[in-house]
């Protein structure tokens, strides 16, 4: 069976829950680095019509797609999306937005062209955002699309977010099931250079079959190939969610999510390499068996170090942590790769 079978297996089994079609499917306020302060940002996951590869198979990982519209919404359902959410953003002063669908911005399929226009051109209007940042799949990166959305925006920053994963095709073929190729990143990049759009790749730590040294020397060798083509490199680390292959494995013993040391270390490594690149992590589920973790002891110090180092770009936030945990993290990184992916202990 190839792995987008098995994947697609487990997607058919699950259900989308129906839900009104008039708010988005998540919205939330944080905090991000941007030209070297910290500012408030606006996160909304608008509820589409659903990711064309999630629905063929899609990625190992990826649980967001039942986070899709049961019914494909409507334009007006959209952008009624679009104001429920900004009335999270009421209090704020000066922010950015990051848009996320679950599957492409860019897609015509999920965002129609008129309501997209319509949706960044509300976000230029208003005055309190700076900035906007879209996630998209490559294929979808065009000078068509991409002037389309510079119009709309005007003076307002634009960036586009790829969920690259890995600069590996046999790591993103074989561990992730994405649908495209590190030359499909490359050449999108290059589409949004000649446009002056800034471009932000997600990566992807320790995914499916690979151990935990492995998955560190992959990201660590990512963050090089991908430094002449991304300004922001912005490091997911793997967790467990309901619904896909990687809780499938999970389930039966055959995976475990990233040691947080594993991230601090990258950190540290690609920082002080290619100090000129933003560099950010946000440790989902930090700390939870299905999320990344060290001991009960040392979790949450460690993740809200990663945090605050990805609002400050300060290497020293990271040094001086250390707990008895990480001597066995050290062993593991020894050991794990004769177990062919498998945990040696949770």
């Not at 679950?102 to 509300?122: A, C, Q, W």
């Not at 992959?218 to 619904?243: E, K, M």
Request: charged share 25%; net charge neutral.
């Amino acid at each position: 069976m190839s792995l987008n079978k098995a994947v697609l297996e487990i997607r058919n089994r699950q259900r989308i829950k129906p839900s009104s079609n008039e708010y988005p499917a998540a919205v939330w306020r944080s905090t991000d680095h941007f030209n070297g302060e910290t500012v408030d940002t606006l996160t909304i996951i608008f509820k589409t019509s659903g990711c064309w590869w999630g629905k063929a198979g899609g990625c190992t990982m990826c649980g967001f797609v039942y986070d899709s519209a049961k019914i494909p919404p409507q334009p007006e359902e959209l952008e009624k999306q679009l104001e429920n959410a900004m009335q999270k953003g009421e209090r704020l002063e000066r922010f950015m937005v990051k848009i996320f669908t679950s599957g492409s911005f860019l897609d015509e399929k999920e965002i129609p062209v008129e309501t997209r226009k319509n949706i960044l051109g509300k976000l230029a209007a208003d005055e309190r955002v700076f900035k906007v940042i879209v996630e998209s799949r490559p294929e979808f990166v065009t000078d068509e699309i991409l002037k389309s959305c510079s119009d709309a925006l005007g003076d307002t920053s634009f960036e586009v977010a790829i969920g690259l994963e890995t600069s590996s095709d046999n790591i993103r073929k074989n561990s992730i099931n994405k649908g495209f190729t590190f030359a499909d990143f490359t050449r999108a990049a290059e589409v949004a250079k000649n446009n002056n759009v800034a471009m932000k790749a997600y990566l992807l730590l320790k995914p499916l079959f690979l151990s935990e040294k492995e998955a560190m020397e992959d990201i660590v060798n990512t963050i090089d190939d991908v430094a002449g083509y991304a300004q922001t490199i912005s490091i997911n680390l793997c967790n467990v969610q309901n619904g896909t292959y990687v809780e499938h494995m999970w389930q039966r013993g055959q995976y475990r999510p990233p040691w947080l040391w594993s991230i601090v270390e990258i950190l540290q490594r690609a920082k002080q390499k290619h100090p000129e690149l933003v560099i950010t992590s946000d440790p989902v589920g930090a700390g939870s068996k299905r999320g990344p973790h060290n001991c009960k002891k040392c979790s949450r110090d460690v993740s809200d170090a990663v945090h605050l180092f990805s609002r400050t770009q300060d290497l020293n936030v990271l040094d001086g942590l250390d707990c008895g945990c990480k001597e066995l993290w050290k062993k593991v990184l020894d050991l794990d790769g004769l177990t062919y992916g498998s945990p040696i202990r949770d």
